[in-house]
């Protein structure tokens, strides 16, 4: 018997792709999400598959902010987010903070 809503392939038998630009865009939302972080200025790079994924964002941070407690706040909401919605976590996660603007507090 299966649990309600369930398939009857567990997880390792499901057979699903998520396109690279579906993982730029959890990546994006989670930057963008992040306080300090000026939404419109955000530039992501995915490389790898479930195993082995590598993210490099590169955001423009609102002047004011403390810019290594905001890449690190970066890192952790992108790690949160593909997490709970790709199933893995990614290898590696750099943050490029590009340049300062300001922008609403």
Known sequence: STAPGRDKMNDEQAAYTVRSQAVQKVVQ????????VIPQKIGVSVKGGAADLAVSVRITA???????????????????????????TAGEITVTVENVAEGEP
């Open 62 to 88: 609102r002047y004011g902010c403390h810019l290594r407690k905001l890449a690190t706040a970066v890192q952790c909401h992108v790690n949160q987010a593909v997490t709970a919605m790709l199933g893995t």
């Open 29 to 36: 939302i989670a930057a963008a999400n992040t306080d300090g």
